[in-house]
């Protein structure tokens, strides 16, 4: 099962890779001519750099700042592909230590889909937004790692009930828990800074979230009983 888990998230490194290739230098030109060159801060910094013998300060400078855009793109379509695609083989595994939860949602891959590609377009915009603070030395490791634990909650509470609870249940529970699922991904994504257990967030994360989640709502139908 775990290379079933994996798979997604190998797709997604080897589609980025075939996307940089293309696109890497690019990215780096616009970083270092749109964004660094249009500053006044930037330019005065890098020549005064450059009179201290750094001449590659600005474009050593664009090359990490496109790493730190490109990725973080990375393990957030690794989420995605994880939760839509994985996330069903993580719940049949899972079928034999649940055997009372029954199923009364749907396998809905259109809805998993837009959850994935919702969530995905909304951490994009705030993570590129929210870069800027990176500057205050704390927050550049904060920050990416609410952004990154936000993804990963959005979509992996979606998948991990959409099978076994009905819609109500689904919501109920989303909102009873909203707090937990938030916490369960900032206890997974921690390991973003551990590499190599970045590769496996991911497949982690899914495992979790589907654990959690079934517990959750075998308690809820417990207590509504």
């Known amino acids: 099962m775990l290379a079933l888990l994996v798979w997604p998230f190998l797709v997604a490194i080897a ?45 050593l400078v664009a090359t990490v700042l496109a790493l730190l855009v490109a990725i973080p793109m990375i393990f957030a379509t690794g989420v995605g592909l994880v939760g839509v695609f994985a996330m069903p083989v993580v719940l049949r595994h899972l079928d034999a230590r649940y055997p009372d939860v029954r199923r009364r949602g749907a396998a809905s891959i259109g809805g998993s889909i837009w959850n994935a590609v919702s969530s995905l377009a909304i951490f994009v915009v705030g993570y590129l937004l929210t870069m800027p603070l990176w500057l205050v030395p704390p927050l550049a490791f904060i920050v990416p790692w609410l952004w990154w634990s936000w993804l990963t909650a959005r979509t992996m509470r979606f998948d991990s009930l959409v099978e ?25 994504t921690v390991l973003n800074y551990i590499p190599p257990l970045f590769l496996v967030t991911p497949v982690l994360s899914a495992l979790a979230y589907a654990h959690f989640s079934l517990e959750a709502l075998r308690r809820a139908r417990v207590d509504a009983a």
């Open 15 to 59: 589609g980025w890779i075939v996307l940089a290739w293309f696109a890497w230098g690019p990215l780096v030109d616009w970083i270092s001519e749109s964004l660094l060159g249009r500053f006044s801060v930037f330019q005065w910094t890098f020549e005064r750099m450059a009179g201290m013998g750094f001449e590659a300060a600005p474009d």
């Open 164 to 188: 076994h609870a009905d819609p109500v249940e689904r919501r109920a529970l989303v909102a009873t828990h909203r707090r937990a699922y938030l916490a369960l991904g900032l206890l997974v």
